[in-house]
């Protein structure tokens, strides 16, 4: 069975610093993994996914995630933090298709 | 412009009073979701379909009831409202339902049972 754990609820950075939110994730058979933003009062963004094409994934607005199959994870970074970025992260996985679950989600805040 | 849309936004109800949550999609896509989203929970999958006729559970599909009879629209019916379903709702889409498909999501209603 699938299961998706990301592991801070809340994570707090200074702008300009690296950015770390972690994913771990459990399945049965090759997954698809997602990042998602929810940006405060909208709806959800995907900001990049993995298909087995490469572990190294790049996405939009400078963040990219590495799928790690020994340590089963798909850490998202950044690496310089822009106020912007603070919103709700979810981490996705999605089996065949059919089911798609969903980390509780982290909350990103940026300090000036 | 393709998108996903959901009707009502915004709702009030009462315990009991039967209501339906729209979604609709222009992109042609055979696979649809409602999902509801719950602090601390993150989204939880309610039921999916994987074309027209084709339904099937997640993983909260207690009180609710889906139709797939179109391939633009997948309404939410909640039969009997309760408190406990008070929660942000969204409905997404993809392409065809295999796993390395981007889901589309819908800008989400907001349901408060009373």
């Known amino acids: 069975a699938q299961s998706v754990t990301q592991l801070d609820s809340h994570v707090s950075v200074s702008e300009g610093t690296p950015v770390l939110l972690r994913c771990n994730y459990s399945?049965?058979?090759?997954?698809?993994l997602f990042w998602y933003v929810q940006h405060p009062n909208k709806g959800l963004q995907l900001l990049l996914k993995y298909t087995s094409a490469a572990t190294l994934v790049k996405g939009i607005n400078g963040f990219e995630a590495e799928f790690k199959k020994s340590e089963t994870s798909f850490h998202l970074t950044k690496p310089s933090a822009h106020m912007s970025d603070a919103a709700e992260y979810f981490c996705v996985v999605r089996e065949r298709g059919f089911k798609t679950i969903f980390g509780a989600g982290t909350r990103l805040f940026v300090k000036a | 412009e393709a998108q996903v849309t959901q009707n009502p936004r915004y709702l009030i109800t009462v315990t009991g009073k039967k209501l339906t949550v729209t979604c609709s999609q222009n992109m042609n896509h055979e696979y649809m979701s409602w999902y509801r989203q719950d602090p601390g929970l993150g989204l939880r999958q309610i039921y999916y379909s994987m074309n027209v006729e084709v339904t099937d559970k997640g993983d909260v599909p207690e009180g609710y009831k889906v139709s797939r009879k179109e391939k633009r629209n997948f309404p939410l019916i909640l039969e009997s409202p309760s408190p406990n379903q008070t929660s942000l709702y969204f409905c997404?889409?993809?392409?065809?339902?295999?796993?390395?498909?981007?889901?589309?999501f819908g800008p989400g209603t907001r349901l408060t049972v009373l």
């Open positions: 997404a889409s993809s392409f065809r339902g295999l796993a390395l498909d981007e889901q589309f």
């Open positions: 399945s049965s058979y090759s997954p698809s």
